[in-house]
């Protein structure tokens, strides 16, 4: 079932005549480049599955053998959302890596303080990617952030040789080639492909769960062509990851006007201009939501929007007696709870800063129960009885 959509645009029909797409398709540079030796292209390794982008291009999500670029916002702030996403990779079956040598993308430097160059952005980007090659497993990137910008990079680097030469230089220094992803994939997509296996193991019913969805500016409005579309999502006319996924599990996808806004975080607004940030998140996003679709719960896909429309109606909104109270997740969260994954030792909803009991009653979770049980959890800990979690524990 598919999302009530308005009209395809003449734009969309233009392109199903044949038309020309109006931007390059990268595959064919990378493969190019390539060839003449500036760069290792690393091929998605089968098993994959192909999805539509924007222009009707195919792009490859790898289900195996994936390499995670965590989130460093994701493992700072919303803990839950990383093991949300290892827990339904493991429940899956698949064999992943979670790396102990990634570094940081560094894109705070690149969209907040302009302190950085584009050499050693891209030499940071790539060396994570070499990182990943050397293990023969494929990159997925945790944070929309961190794949805008890699986006970005590549773009750069296609069409630059002297930055080429300037990043296979740094990368000599550590011994490591320049190897580019065949695709750039954000966990999402991932998500997004295997949506209909993670259905297929849901053991809660989310059928009276109406959500809406925010899409992650970094994720479909950077390099925009690269993000998935499917006709039966708004007509294809919006980003389909997340709210595909929602609808697979069964949940209720509202609309309302301010969909296309970011949700305030923006970089340098929640640096240099926090009370804009907060404000724009509680007015411009939550209000209108409260006001226009009444959700239960509000589905993103990147680590800062989740942070932003959490956190700011507890810091702004209740201070100043806003109509505000939605919880706020990420699409590996909702999805791991729908296949049973515990609120707290997995999704660690307690991180969260708006009250999300009435949303997980909904959802048919005693969470008094399951906070008693992660309270014991505490105790064994501070007991010594345990020394962590073990995926054991945690199902």
Not at 349 to 360: E, F, K, P
Request: charged share 25%.
């Amino acid at each position: 079932m598919g999302i009530p959509t308005e009209a395809l645009t003449k734009t969309t029909r233009r392109f199903e005549r044949g038309g020309d797409i109006p931007t390059e398709d990268y595959h064919d540079i990378i493969n190019e480049l390539e060839a003449d030796g500036e760069l290792i292209v690393q091929r998605v390794p089968e098993p994959y599955i192909e999805v539509m982008t924007k222009y009707g291009r195919m792009k490859k999500i790898p289900l195996n053998t994936t390499w995670h670029h965590k989130s460093c916002g994701q493992c700072g702030h919303i803990p839950g959302y990383s093991t949300s996403i290892f827990w339904l990779v493991r429940k899956l079956g698949f064999d992943y890596i979670d790396p102990t040598d990634q570094t940081s993308c560094t894109a705070w430097n690149y969209y907040a303080s302009a302190t950085s160059n584009s050499a050693a952005q891209a030499a940071v980007a790539h060396r994570n990617f070499a990182a990943a090659y050397e293990t023969g497993y494929f990159p997925i990137i945790h944070c929309g952030t961190s794949y805008g910008h890699y986006k970005e990079t590549r773009e750069e680097l296609m069409h630059h040789g002297d930055l080429r030469r300037q990043v296979r230089d740094v990368l000599a220094k550590f011994g490591k080639p320049l190897v580019m992803p065949e695709e750039i994939v954000h966990y999402s997509e991932w998500i997004h492909a295997v949506r209909d296996k993670i259905a297929a193991l849901q053991t809660r019913d989310f059928s009276n769960v109406a959500t809406v969805v925010h899409p992650a500016c970094h994720y479909y409005k950077l390099v925009q062509e690269d993000a998935i579309y499917d006709e039966e999502i708004y007509g294809g006319q919006r980003t389909a990851t997340v709210s595909a996924t929602i609808v697979a599990l069964g949940g209720q996808v509202r609309d309302y006007s301010t969909w296309f806004d970011c949700c305030g975080f923006g970089f340098r607004h929640i640096l240099v201009s926090r009370d804009f940030t907060r404000s724009f998140a509680t007015l411009r996003k939550i209000e209108v939501m409260k006001q226009e679709a009444n959700p239960d719960v509000v589905i993103t896909h990147d680590t800062g929007c989740v942070t932003t429309l959490d956190k700011s109606q507890f810091a702004t909104g209740a201070a100043h007696g806003a109509n505000v109270g939605v919880p706020v997740m990420s699409d590996a969260q909702f999805a791991a709870l729908a296949m049973g994954a515990h609120p707290f030792r997995v999704c660690q909803l307690h991180w969260h800063s708006t009250d999300y009991r009435a949303l997980l009653e909904k959802m048919g979770i005693d969470h008094e129960a399951a906070w008693a049980e992660f309270q014991q959890d505490l105790d064994d800990l501070k007991a010594g009885k345990k020394k962590y979690l073990s995926w054991e524990d945690v199902g």
